[in-house]
T-cell receptor, first 115, second 112 residues
């Protein structure tokens, strides 16, 4: 069964360092989402891609976060510099397209701890 | 604005007990509604969904009915199992019909 892949699964870093997360969506899925899930909270959208284009990055802290999906397939989310408040689970999801009826499939997430 | 409110957990039940997890939403119009489940160490999985008023979503013995009058989508199961222990998230699509808006999640713990 096709799955969304994410790496690494766990990342520990010190504040002010740079970190990067990778996501490989299900093959053929045009829409890719990055969510952040703080402990005890529900996931919140950071950025949404349709193919290689950003559709929604209104909640992405652009002073330190960046995301790209250069060839419209896999994607990288970067944080530079990391802050203590960035400790969270970073979830990637994909769907066939961005319409309401298509299910979003989630990867296992990357758990980031900033010391 | 758009939001989802779930009952706070943890919910602790004995095996074969009846489960209800309350969920209400605030949104413009009539969004699609979802329940996702997150087992320990795993990503979120879609449990069930409903796309219009009065629809009932069901899967693995879980059910939820889209109630537009009360803007609710409560999750129910008649007889829970130990394997149902997980975190359950209620969600709806945002106005653009794209990204999901989640509640805070409700932890369910079922003991034998």
């Amino acid at each position: 069964e096709a799955e969304v892949a994410q790496s690494p699964r766990y990342k520990i870093t010190e504040k002010s360092q740079a970190v990067a997360f990778w996501c490989d969506p299900i093959s053929g899925h045009a829409t890719l989402y990055w969510y952040r899930q703080i402990l005890g909270q529900g996931p919140e959208l950071l950025v949404q891609f349709q193919d290689e284009s950003v559709v929604d990055d209104s909640q992405l802290p652009k002073d330190r976060f960046s995301a790209e999906r250069l060839k419209g397939v896999d994607s990288t989310l970067k944080i530079q510099p990391a802050e203590l408040g960035d400790s969270a689970m970073y979830l990637c999801a994909s769907s066939l397209d961005g319409t309401s009826n298509n299910e979003q499939f989630f990867g296992p997430g990357t758990r980031l701890t900033v010391l | 604005g758009n939001s989802v409110t779930q009952m706070e957990g943890p919910v602790t039940l004995s095996e074969e007990a009846f489960l209800t997890i309350n969920c209400t939403y605030t949104a413009t119009g009539y969004p699609s509604l979802f329940w996702y489940v997150q087992y320990p160490g795993e990503g979120l999985q879609l449990l069930l969904k409903a796309t219009k008023a009065d629809d009932k979503g069901s899967n693995k013995g879980f059910e939820a009915t889209y109630r537009k009058e009360t803007t609710s989508f409560h999750l129910e199961k008649g007889s829970v199992q130990v394997s149902d222990s997980a975190v359950y998230f209620c969600a709806h699509r945002n106005q653009a019909g794209t990204a999901l808006i989640f509640g805070k999640g409700t932890t369910l713990s079922v003991s034998s």
